[in-house]
């Protein structure tokens, strides 16, 4: 077992003390929803990036290159300047939801290298221009811009010609759980020598200020030349230790009154280091020597292509000789980091694959967050703060006020989205699993925590509204980590897991059905389901038309509920007989979503249209008049997913739920015909469970595999191609609305400035077809064919239409024949540099076309 396993094993179920200290530094806490204290729930104009470096955040903190505890008290990260620049580079900057034409967006170029699960080894890379950062630029021209323009990048901005910029590497490596050696590397990649002006930055999270029993202050001070010491009540002391002779500059972590609301007397406050580094204000800092926010002054002249090296140590330890063993130990870490990762990737033979699988779950790992928010308090006010507002108690969030999270949370992005969202967590823990199944388990299980889940069964889905409605794929996620896990471990699977998700999954099934079928038809609704602008309408607010939409792709959902929760039952009747009857419950129900997805209540108003051979949405209009929605989008692709196999010898270890199905079949030869021949030895004699028997599915695989429509050279698209010379139009009530393929940035506002689901290329959604393609292929077997693409004569095996969709999609990530990789295809100098082009971003969706 190598080094890093074995710290692995000390931790146990994802919470132990090697994971103490790691990247739990938001990339952005400015703009968020829990730091939003308006009567209208402005959150990005309430408290925006000018205002970020003078006030002290309520609920987190951020910063470049961030880390810190897991109950985030005390945090260090970096902080630059080249000369010019109006402010100190403490935060990354983008534009707000409402500045930019297509949403919020980070005008920042960072990249995530490398990172361990316990985050014994850590490297990420900053890159920072030499001339004045423009931000006034990137504001004014992306305002200027309109939806049917690119986003106004900071690269667009000309500060990275003539590679005058500083590459700024930053490495961390553990010593022990609270021994943390930080390297620091600047290189000077301009032609011509260049000041750098390096403050790595310690603090503490602010908990003092808002009249909740935060208990004593934490301080920092320096008890010598070249340390802080920093004491904290809970935590305890730690040092922080310099390499070399930085100038030591203190303020308090307060907020600036007089700077941000022209009130309040004198302090050393959040922004005094910046402004006594920027501006010269020597009355900013403490002369005092302590705080609760401190950094170590670097002030550097780098030679053209040269480097300069800053070295800290963070313990809790007093050390003698803090660097005397630092190279060694880093040299260690990285040696147990590629130890891990060789043992991971033993597979994978192509260097190039190593390296983008490397970086994606570095970026991954990086994205590990402590997500504090209690939303009573939040809604309430603070006793040390004014008031907020009495519409607040009515606003966001005010159903959800049991809600109170304190917890490292993966989320999607550190900067974009700081902050969780059920379904994308879902996909996160897939990818964890490989790297590290306790902590992919202990997400699952937080989310369905009473402190997170609604006493009605409802999972939050993210901060902007808990409320709104994620497709339900916990399940899914809870059994595929068991599965990966049960094979790490050489077959002995975590039924404790699984049961305890299990049981609180059966509270959200529950509201499901409740909630998103008030007709008990089987049918469901769930508004937009994370497809944000696919539809002809804003599917989460009230049909422009009136009526009802019955969702094509919310009743799949639900039947790939039922699927995986009637699997996850079967796997806990192994041990517990009494779970045969549950499974046999959720097979029912499978049974019922497909006879109405077919039939709605007895209507005859199908959802799958036999003409088409594809999946639509339906509007029941208030005079009773039924509309299909015949726009082809993913939304008819999704019924795909619900789909399962289950061996002839599994099978057999549950006599009742095998009787039961038999009794379906000669009982209810209607419904069983409504579904995949599950009661038709497949290959190896496993039987199969899917809303698609063989032709449904060829007729789907036609649309899909089809190049005018959803097959890219990249993946599978959200929406067919077609519409991009003739758009889809609904026609109700006089009025006509239409969608087009948009294969990039969407020139749409509905759902948000930057929702586009029609016409890139998913890689969530996209990951769910080839799983379900391998499926049905363990079914069918090689005698199954299908043309692929769609008119090419060529005829591949369910698999092979699996691997090829692999194929296209990995092509995104690796250099083609030029050496080139798609994803980098706007910018030649992403392309081609060689300090940009093996630098990986890892993006949600895909341009449709070109990738």
Request: proline letters at 5%.
């Amino acid at each position: 077992m190598n080094a890093e396993k074995r710290r692995l094993d000390e931790t146990g179920d994802g919470t132990g003390r090697w994971r103490l200290w790691g990247p739990y530094v938001s990339g952005r806490q400015w703009g968020t929803v829990r730091e939003d204290y308006s009567a209208g729930g402005s959150a990005w104009e309430y408290l925006p990036h000018d205002a970020a470096r003078s006030r002290a955040y309520r609920w987190g903190e951020d910063g470049i290159a961030g880390v810190c505890d897991a109950d985030q008290r005390l945090c260090f990260a970096i902080a630059l300047w080249n000369g010019h620049d109006p402010i100190l580079k403490e935060r990354y900057f983008g534009l707000t939801g409402n500045e930019g034409n297509h949403g919020e967006d980070v005008k920042e170029h960072y990249y995530y290298l490398d990172n361990t699960p316990t985050h014994s080894y850590m490297k990420m890379l900053y890159k920072y221009p030499q001339a004045a950062y423009p931000y006034a630029r990137l504001v004014e021209e992306n305002r200027r811009r309109t939806k049917a323009d690119l986003e106004f990048e900071l690269i667009d901005t000309g500060v990275f010609d003539e590679d005058r910029y500083f590459d700024v590497f930053v490495e961390y490596a553990k010593a022990g759980p609270e021994d943390l050696l930080v390297e620091i590397t600047a290189w000077n990649r301009g032609p011509d020598a260049h000041r750098l002006h390096l403050l790595p930055q310690i603090w503490f999270r602010n908990t003092w200020s808002w009249g909740r029993n935060a208990g004593e202050r934490p301080r920092l001070s320096t008890p010598e030349a070249g340390v802080v010491e920093a004491v904290h009540g809970e935590l305890g002391r730690y040092l922080l230790y310099a390499d070399g002779d930085p100038e030591l500059l203190f303020c308090e972590n307060d907020t600036n009154g007089r700077r941000l609301f022209g009130v309040g007397g004198e302090g050393y406050f959040k922004d005094g280091i910046n402004d006594y580094v920027v501006g010269g204000v020597h009355g900013a800092v403490n002369p005092a020597m302590s705080g609760t926010k401190a950094a170590l002054h670097y002030d550097l002249t780098i030679p053209a292509g040269r480097s300069a090296v800053a070295r800290l140590r963070l313990s809790a330890s007093d050390a003698r000789e803090p660097f005397a063993d630092f190279e060694k130990i880093r040299a260690e870490r990285l040696a147990d980091a590629d130890a891990f990762y060789g043992e991971l990737q033993a597979g994978i033979p192509d260097a190039e694959r190593r390296s983008v699988q490397r970086q994606a779950l570095a970026g991954l790992l990086w994205s590990k967050q402590f997500y504090h928010y209690n939303v009573s308090h939040w809604l309430e006010g603070d006793p040390g703060q004014p008031q907020p507002p009495a519409d607040r108690l009515r606003g966001r969030n005010h159903r959800w006020t049991h809600l109170d999270n304190s917890d490292v949370v993966s989320m999607p992005d550190t900067w974009e989205y700081p902050w969780y969202a059920s379904w994308d967590l879902a996909f996160h823990c897939i990818a964890f699993a490989l790297v590290d199944p306790a902590f992919a388990k202990r997400q699952l299980v937080l989310l369905t925590h009473e402190w997170y889940m609604h006493p009605n069964g409802q999972l939050p889905a993210y901060e902007w509204s808990f409320d709104d409605v994620n497709p339900p794929v916990h399940a899914w996620a809870a059994l595929r980590v068991f599965q990966i896990d049960r094979k790490a471990r050489g077959g002995a699977g975590d039924l404790f897991f699984l049961k305890r998700v299990f049981h609180k999954l059966l509270l959200n099934f529950s509201w499901w059905v409740n909630r998103k079928d008030p007709e008990d038809l089987n049918v469901f609704q769930g508004g937009f389901l994370g497809l944000d602008n696919i539809g002809v309408f804003d599917r989460s607010a009230p049909l422009p038309t009136g009526g009802v939409m019955r969702q094509a792709d919310a009743t799949s959902w639900m039947a790939m509920y039922c699927l995986n929760l009637m699997r996850m039952a079967l796997e806990l009747a192994q041990t517990e007989r009494a779970y045969e009857d549950i499974a046999t419950m959720f097979f029912e129900h499978f049974l019922a979503i497909a006879r109405s997805m077919s039939n709605i209540g007895g209507r005859r108003i199908a959802l799958w249209d036999e003409e088409d051979g594809f999946y639509y949405d339906v509007v029941s209009l208030p005079d009773g008049q039924i509309l299909p929605m015949k726009l082809r989008s993913m939304v008819g692709l999704i019924p795909l997913f619900a789909v399962e196999t289950l061996e002839p010898d599994f099978l057999d270890r549950f006599p009742d739920f095998k009787r039961r199905l038999q009794w379906y079949l000669d009982n209810r030869p209607d419904l069983a015909e409504l579904v995949s021949r599950w009661h038709v030895p497949g290959v190896g004699e496993r039987r199969l469970l899917s809303l698609l028997r063989g032709h449904r599915m060829k007729e789907l695989l036609r649309r899909m595999l089809d190049e005018s429509e959803f097959l890219s050279e990249h993946g599978v698209r959200a929406l067919s191609r077609r519409y991009a010379e003739e758009p889809y139009s609904f026609v109700s009530d006089g009025t006509t609305t239409s969608v087009a393929y948009e294969p990039g940035e969407s020139r749409t506002g509905v759902f948000g400035g930057n929702s586009n689901w029609r016409g890139p290329v998913w890689m969530p959604v996209n990951y769910l077809i080839i799983e379900a393609l391998q499926r049905f292929h363990h079914y069918y077997g090689d005698d199954f064919t299908i043309e692929c693409p769609t008119g090419s004569g060529t005829f591949l095996t369910i698999l092979e239409v699996a691997e090829e969709l692999t194929r296209r999609l990995t092509a995104l990530f690796l250099p083609d024949a030029q050496g080139r990789r798609p994803i980098y295809g706007l910018y030649p100098k992403l392309r081609d540099d060689p300090h940009f082009r093996d630098y990986i971003w890892f993006y949600e969706y895909f341009h449709g076309d070109s990738g």
